[in-house]
């Protein structure tokens, strides 16, 4: 039981340490890749408030008028 428990030590601080250079690379290393992306929708081919407008249209009514 003793050798389980230094096995499991020891695979625990591998996966810490592999975390952390994960960590470290997201962040530091990788972070001007999130600079370089730049919302430009300034140039699309359509307005949004007039393009995406939903037509009009007359509703029918669900429950039929008794006719006499």
Known sequence: MKK???FMIKLLAVATAVMAAIYFVRT???ANDT???VDDFDDLDFELDN???AP???YVDITPEKSE
Do not use: S
Request: charged share 55%; net charge neutral; no cysteine.
């Open 35 to 37: 600079k370089e992306f």
């Open 4 to 6: 389980f428990f230094k």
């Open 56 to 58: 009009e249209r007359e």
């Open 28 to 30: 530091y290393l990788m």
């Open 51 to 53: 393009d995406l407008k």
